[in-house]
């Protein structure tokens, strides 16, 4: 039986070796993702930056070290969450992900969601909240988790918005100590919607300065994700690490979705 680190380092392989959009041609590193593959919380964000790309690993310029804060106030560590991105690829300049790209990392994502399965799942920014949230936006229902498949999403500001609007810093500050309560009710098995999202500030989500030129090419083979060997019908978290009273009810596959019209565009006014 293969191990659920064997699946996770053989899809961190396809990842690297990715060619299915043109991100391939300016990479300089694929980032996968990192964490515990039994973490109870996992953070999405929406594609590396210049650091990322040079390092390979997610959220390690100046957002990752206020994310690792915000993680504290959660009362986390970074080495107890997983960390991923929506697109595994760095846009050029930091620009924003492109349906076409966001499509083409799609599985990556849902094999990764599969394999560490999660209670809590927080998205970081707009494009990784219009996977469950589409239409919305981000300032309407930051911190507002809602109940999918067992589990619950809590969309949140991406850090690297507080680093250019100082007033998002409180506000993301707040949303991730009322995180531990999220947290808290997941454990204890207690799945359900905190209601309609309140109004507050509309502040609008700035978009990441642009960084350097892109970086050099990454060799290697083309790959799809189908590549990866399924895990265990998508290898799901073994219950067994969870209190009794904190396991999620099973959970029926769900139908397939049309496919989503998002305006990855729309701008939070």
Known sequence: MISKE???????????ACRLCALAETRTHAVPGEGPL???????????GLNEDRQGRPFVGAAGQFLTEL????????DEVYICNVLKCRPPG????LPGEIAACAEYLDLQ????????????GRFSMARWFPQQTIS???GKPKVVDGRYIVPMYHPAAALHQGALRQVLVEDFRNLRGVIARARRGEFQDAGAPAAVSAAPEPREAPG???G?????????????????????TSDARRPAEARRPDREAPAPEEPRQISFFDQDL
């Open 6 to 16: 064997e699946r996770a380092a053989e899809l961190y392989e396809v990842i690297r």
């Open 38 to 48: 039994d973490a109870e919380v996992m953070c999405i964000g929406e594609a590396p």
């Open 71 to 78: 993680l504290a106030e959660a009362g986390l560590r970074r």
């Open 94 to 97: 930091n620009r924003d992900p």
């Open 113 to 124: 969601i599969d394999l560490v399965d999660p209670l809590v799942i927080v998205t970081l």
């Open 140 to 142: 309407r229902i930051h």
């Open 212 to 214: 350097p030129g892109p």
């Open 216 to 236: 050099t090419r990454a060799d290697g083979p083309a790959a799809s994700p189908t590549a990866v060997a399924a895990p265990e019908q998508q290898g799901r």
